[in-house]
């Protein structure tokens, strides 16, 4: 009981680094692998199963993202934390299907988006005195209602959104992650708010969410 502590507390210093763990992994440590595969399945999988809606997709997606990063430590810079490089590669692995069964083209969408880029006229004209979230958890639940909000942005907006939600990154990781400044990620989720609120009015005017 005793050595299960202090390995417990060695994962959790300086050997519980992901550069130390993606080391011992290279040098055939399966213990080291399956720890980095525990410390970020569930927020992956969180991330993927709310940027897909599917529940199934996502476990396929999350087996992908695990695969990659297996066969991608070799080549990895082991001095950084890997997790902007897990998320941006969960989210390009939900745009490819998304692409796949939706043949939609999302060149536009996935643009460069430098800060003082211009919106549609749709999302500029968006009112932004809509209810807030909070006004509407006392009739509505709120998470249920905030998922569904969420999944219907545009994809660079959910991506933002959801990473900054649901994995919790600061938005200089969003920006490693999606391969943008972090001026443009903060910049994305003010722009998801009105987008938000409307959905979010929408469906308390519908009555009840489909």
């Known amino acids: 009981?005793?050595?299960?502590?202090?390995?417990?507390?060695?994962?959790?210093?300086?050997?519980?680094?992901?550069?130390?763990?993606?080391?011992?992994?290279?040098?055939?440590?399966?213990?080291?692998?399956?720890?980095?595969?525990?410390?970020?399945?569930g927020p992956l999988f969180s991330f993927i199963c709310h940027f897909l809606g599917d529940y199934d997709?996502?476990?396929?997606i999350l087996q992908q993202v695990l695969l990659q990063l297996y066969l991608s430590l070799p080549g990895l810079h082991l001095g950084v934390p890997l997790k902007p490089w897990l998320f941006q590669v969960a989210r390009n692995?939900?745009?490819?299907?998304?692409?796949?069964?939706?043949?939609?083209?999302?060149?536009?969408?996935?643009?460069?988006?430098?800060?003082?880029?211009?919106?549609?006229?749709?999302?500029?004209?968006i009112a932004d005195g809509r209810p807030l979230p909070e006004e509407l958890a006392e009739r509505h639940d709120l998470r249920r209602l905030l998922l569904e909000a969420i999944h219907s942005l545009p994809p660079r907006f959910r991506a933002v959104v959801l990473l900054r939600y649901t994995a919790q990154l600061s938005f200089?990781?969003?920006?490693?992650?999606l391969s943008m400044p972090e001026a443009t990620a903060k910049t994305y989720f003010q722009r998801s708010k009105p987008l938000l609120r409307a959905s979010l009015s929408g469906q308390v005017r519908a009555g009840t969410p489909s």
Not at 57 to 60: G, I, K, L, W
Request: charged residues 35%; aromatic residues 4%; contains cysteine.
């Open 1 to 41: 009981m005793q050595i299960d502590q202090q390995q417990e507390s060695l994962w959790r210093g300086k050997r519980g680094s992901d550069g130390h763990l993606a080391q011992r992994a290279l040098e055939g440590d399966e213990k080291a692998f399956e720890a980095l595969v525990q410390r970020y399945s």
């Open 172 to 177: 200089a990781e969003i920006g490693q992650a």
């Open 93 to 125: 692995r939900c745009l490819d299907e998304l692409r796949r069964k939706r043949a939609v083209t999302f060149s536009e969408l996935e643009s460069g988006g430098e800060e003082g880029e211009e919106l549609p006229v749709a999302v500029e004209s």
């Open 57 to 60: 997709q996502a476990c396929d």
